[in-house]
């Protein structure tokens, strides 16, 4: 099945350090969410976008839906050891309407940070 | 709310073996569904379902059979273990109307030797 192409697959930081990364497609997304996976864990949600060009924070997370609408950042200011796991974009295309509409979604970004 | 609840934690089987592996939502969402991840392969959708009684395929069913008697339970069976089926399983669940918000359960480890 289709997936997001997401960028960087793996970051290992340093605590404090700001952290990008992003999720790109060759189609058009009408919806772009965030998940975060901890070890051991299932995905939580993060931020949702709904509309190309929004800006969305949450705590010291901002997310943005690109104004292409093919693609969506992540931004953590400040990491901190808690901010560890994997990072998880995932969309739905602009064609797959309705309450049934299924999730497309990317490989993941692992975030490792040194205290 | 205990939110979505999977058992067990972790299995391991046999080739050949069959299981049943558990989720129960307490938040009366109509929509369930069933994810296995891999590495490399990220979150693919096994089965869903939108109601009691209602199931439907997702990107790779092959191998598993769900049924949704209930709104709260949504059971996933492995008939006939692979060694190919070894993965994390997430059971899901969501309000029909709201496709962005979706609540995973916490995962089964599951080993088919």
């Known amino acids: ?115 | 709310n205990a939110g979505v609840t999977q058992t067990p934690k972790f299995q391991v089987l046999k080739t050949g073996q069959s299981m049943t592996l558990q989720c129960a939502q307490d938040m009366n969402h109509e929509y369930m569904s069933w994810y296995r991840q891999d590495p490399g392969m990220g979150l693919r959708l096994i089965h869903y379902s939108v109601g009691a009684g209602i199931t439907d395929q997702g990107e790779v069913p092959n191998g598993y059979n769900v049924s949704r008697s209930t709104t709260e339970d949504f059971p996933l069976r492995l008939l006939s273990a692979a060694p190919s089926q070894t993965s994390v399983y997430f059971c899901a669940s969501r309000f029909k109307a709201r496709a962005d918000t979706q609540y995973f359960g916490p995962g089964t480890r599951l080993t088919v030797l």
């Open chain 1, 1 to 115: 099945g289709q997936q997001l192409n997401q960028s960087p697959q793996s970051m290992f930081i340093q605590e404090g350090e700001d952290v990008s990364m992003n999720c790109t497609s060759s189609s058009i997304f009408n919806t772009w969410l965030w998940y975060k996976q901890e070890p051991g864990e299932g995905p939580v949600l993060l931020i949702a976008l709904y509309k190309a060009g929004e800006l969305t924070s949450n705590g010291r997370l901002t997310a943005q839906f690109g104004i292409t609408r093919k693609d969506s950042f992540l931004n953590i200011s400040a990491s901190i050891p808690s901010d560890v796991g994997i990072y998880f974009c995932a969309g739905h295309h602009h064609f797959n309407a309705g309450n049934n509409r299924k999730l497309i979604w990317g490989l993941g970004t692992s975030l490792a940070v040194n205290p």
